[in-house]
C-alpha cells in the first residue's frame, strides 16, 4: 500500500462520477480506510467515501447513496463494535434491505506518537518515516515520555494498549483522553505547540500528522487483528464486488434472531438447530431486543452459505429456525478469508 | 438525592479513615456515581472513591484497597460495557478474586446542555434549576440551536440519542465529540467561551457545570435504563454489604466459560445443561478468549443462586459445566433487583 492511495485524492470531480462510491467510517488513514483499500484496492473503479459514523456507512448503503460499505465488526483482543452490531439488529427497521457480502481482516499495529522530548540526541532521534526493523524495537518508548502531559485515542485503541498504558504511561500521571477516531487523536497530537500531547494510532496517521514515532507495536498482543464486513443492499452488484477471480470457495453466513421471553432453554433450543446440522459456529453476539428492556436479539455466524449449501444443511436450519425462534433475519454469506 | 451528598466532600481526612471505600468510575456526577450513591447512600459509613477507568475499579477491589467497586454492565438501548466485560473474563489473569455481589438498575436520563441563544426571549428561558414538568417537553429542544457547532458526549450516551441528533442535530453540520465522561461534556461545554458547544450529560452533571438545559429526556427510548454491578473479592463481608434487611430473596449468578474449539454444538451442550435444569437465562455474552484469535469467552447470567440452592439446580448445573466447558469459572451470585 502506497502513501498516494491512501491520501484524500484531489481529483477531478467528473472522472469520479465514473466510479463507484465505497463508504467506510473516516476520516482517511484510519485502520478502516486501510481495511477498505485492501478490499477496494483499485482506484480506477471505486471512490472511497469517508463517513464521520458508523450508522452513517449504513444509511448511505441503505439509500443506495453507496453500494457498498465498509464497518469494523470485531476485534481479536477487544471484542464487538457496538455500533456495527446496531447497524446489523435493525432495531427501529431502517435498513431493510442491507446484507452482508464480505469480510476483511487487518492485522493493527498500534503506535504511540507524538514530539520526541527536545533534549533526545540526534543519533537517537527517528522518525515516523517507515525506518524501523530491529533497530526499533517493539513495546518499549523509543524516547523518554517524562514531556507528555495527556493521550488521545480511540476507545477501542486503549482498550487493545492496557499492558503499554499500564506499564509506561500510567505511572507518569498522564492523562487519557477519548476521541472519536485514531486518525483525530494523531491530529490532536500534532496540534500541541507544546509537544506534551500524544496519540496511540497508526503509523500511518502519525506520518500524515507529521508526528515521531515514541513507540511501535504497543498493542497488548502480537495476533492484534480486526474484522471488517463488508455490507450492502440485497441484489446489488454494482461494481462487480467480490471479484469473481477472488480465491476460496468456503463462506460464513450470519442470522440474527429473538428468543420466547422467559422461556427456559429458548435459546439453546435455537442453537440445538446449528447443532443437529453440524453448522460450526464461529461467533455468538447479542444486543437488548428494545421489546422490553434487558431481553435480547442473538446473532449468530455460522460455516457454510447459501452459495454452497449442495447439501441443504443451509436451508435446513433456516426451516428449524422458522419453528424455534421467535423471529429471525438472514443477513447474508460471504466468501471466508480465515 | 441531593445535590450535598453528590458534590466531592471537603472532609476531615482523620474521619474518612474509619469508613469503608467503594471505587465506581468516576468523575463525581457520573451516572456511574449516581448509581453508587443508590446501593451505597451512608455517607457516614461509605467513602465513595471515584476512579479515571473501569480498569482502576476492578485493580483496586482486587488489591483490597477498595472493598466494593461499582461498574456499569449493560445498558437497556445500547447493550453490554466491553469494559467491564473485560474485567469480569480476567483474560491476563489479573483478577482472581473478583467476584458479583449486587446489581443496581438506574434509569438514564439524557438532557442537551449548553448556552441558550443570546437572543432567547426570557419568558422562554429556563435554568436547568429542577423546575420542568409539562412546562418542559421531553425530546425537543426548548431553544434555538443554531448557535451550537459542537456536541461532547461518552461514547455510550451518543449511542442512546441517535433520534434526538438525527432530528435536531445532524441536520444543523454539527460536529460530534467523544469524550471520556458525560461530565467531562459538561466541563468542556461550559468551558467554551463563545457557548457554541452543548453536551449530552445527566441534568445533574449540567447543574453542577452551571449551564442550561437545551433539551431534557433526549434518549431514544423511556426505557433507558442502565445495569451495574457491585463488585467485591471472594468472602469480602468488611462494611457489611448488601444490607441484611435488603429485600428480595430471588437471587441471579454469573459464570463465564470456554468450549472446545471448532467442536460444532460446543455452545449448545453448555446451554443444555441450563435447558435440563430448567435455570432461565437472562443475559448471555461472549468477548474473544485471547486463546486464539476470534475464539470466545462466554458469559452466561441465570436466576438462582447458590445461597438459595434447595432444589440442588445450580450445584447440579455447575456438575454439568465441568464435563462439558473446556474451563469455567464462578463469578458470583446476588439478590436480584429486577
Redesign the interface.
Known sequence: MTTSSIASPDVDAEHEQNKTPVSFLGPFCTYSHQATLLAFPDTSKWVLEPT??I?EVFDRVQSGAAPYGVVPF???????V??T??GLADR?GEYPDICVCGEIYLDVHHFLLGRRPPSSSPESEQRSSGRGGEENPKGVPLASLSHIRRVYS??QAF?QT??FQAKYLQPLGIE?????STSRAAQLAAADPKGESAAIASELAGREAGLDVLARWVED?E?N?T?FFVIRRKETTEGGYPPPEEEGKRYKSLVSFTVPH????A???V??C???R???????????S?VA??Q?L?FVEFEGGREDDHEGRISGVLEDLEKVAERWRWLGSWRRK?
Chains 1, 2 share one sequence.
Request: net charge positive.
Open positions: 464521520s459514523t450508522k470485531e476485534n481479536s483482543t477487544h471484542g464487538v457496538t455500533f452490531l446496531d427501529a480511540h476507545p482498550g492496557a499492558r487519557f483522553i477519548d476521541v472519536s498482543r495476533d487483528t474484522r422467559r422461556q427456559p432453554g435459546l439453546a433450543n442453537l440445538d446449528f447443532r443437529r453440524e453448522l460450526n459456529l464461529t461467533s455468538i453476539n447479542s444486543l437488548p428494545l428492556p434487558f435480547y442473538f480465515r
